[in-house]
């Protein structure tokens, strides 16, 4: 089966530096990707792994194990429009088809 | 320029209605989708097109049914509404299929009473 597990939520203040974590089970790894969705808002694209190591983004950056079946979006330098819902989605198979899978989300709140 | 667009917004109505949601994306992208998200904010695939062809049906009631006219449009007809269907569809597209990225439109908040 397919499962993805990150926190529901995290708390930090602006200026900080935040990690939330992802762990997965999943059949056919093809890659661990992050979304953001403001409230009321799409989900956008952050960021991709396919192999394992770090990704930078600005700010933002994204961690990959394929062995520890495990990875993080770190965010540097908060600031209060990074509160938001964070997803980790990975792509694989499930029900014969290839395909994301997201998680629950972690709902970031950033406080002054 | 919107990328991928929605309509309507809001959708209020009564059980056992049908109720379209359509979408447009003007990317080019050759593959779309349909996506539900739960009041959990649980986001979960529906449908997905390539170029006109279906190529991911989840075990979605056959309440739902995708139309895809040309590959950039992908619509939504609900038949028979029932409360459990209160959620936001995302449509969503991707340049290719497979592509990690996808570009989500607005989102259409249906609501059942």
């Known amino acids: 089966g397919q499962s993805l597990e990150q926190p529901s939520e995290v708390t930090a203040v602006e200026g900080a530096i935040v990690q939330i974590n992802c762990t997965y089970q999943?059949?056919?790894?093809?890659?661990l990707s992050w979304y953001q969705q403001h409230d009321g808002g799409a989900p956008t694209f952050l960021s991709y792994?396919?192999?394992?190591g770090l990704e930078e983004t600005g700010r933002f950056s994204s961690f990959l194990s394929r062995s520890d079946s495990y990875g993080y979006l770190l965010l540097q330098e908060l600031q209060m429009k990074d509160s938001a819902s964070y997803f980790c989605?990975?792509?694989?198979?499930?029900?014969?088809?290839?395909?994301?899978?997201f998680g629950a989300g972690t709902r970031l709140a950033v406080h002054p | 320029d919107t990328a991928v667009s929605q309509t309507p917004k809001y959708l209020v109505t009564q059980m056992g209605n049908d109720k379209s949601i359509k979408c447009e994306q003007n990317?080019?992208?050759?593959?779309m989708y349909w996506y539900k998200q739960d009041s959990k904010k649980f986001l979960k695939i529906m449908f997905s097109?390539?170029?006109?062809?279906?190529?991911i049906n989840e075990t979605v009631p056959n309440r739902f049914s995708p139309k895809s006219p040309d590959k950039a449009h992908l619509n939504l007809h609900i038949n028979s509404l029932e409360l459990g269907d209160s959620a936001v569809y995302f449509c969503?597209?991707?340049?290719?299929?497979?592509?990690?990225?996808?570009?989500f439109g607005p989102g259409t908040r249906l609501t059942v009473l």
């Open positions: 969503a597209s991707s340049h290719r299929q497979g592509d990690n990225e996808q570009f």
């Open positions: 999943t059949s056919g790894f093809y890659g």
């Open positions: 792994n396919g192999l394992d």
């Open positions: 989605a990975v792509r694989g198979f499930s029900g014969g088809y290839n395909k994301l899978i």
């Open positions: 990317l080019g992208h050759d593959t």
């Open positions: 097109y390539n170029n006109k062809e279906l190529i």
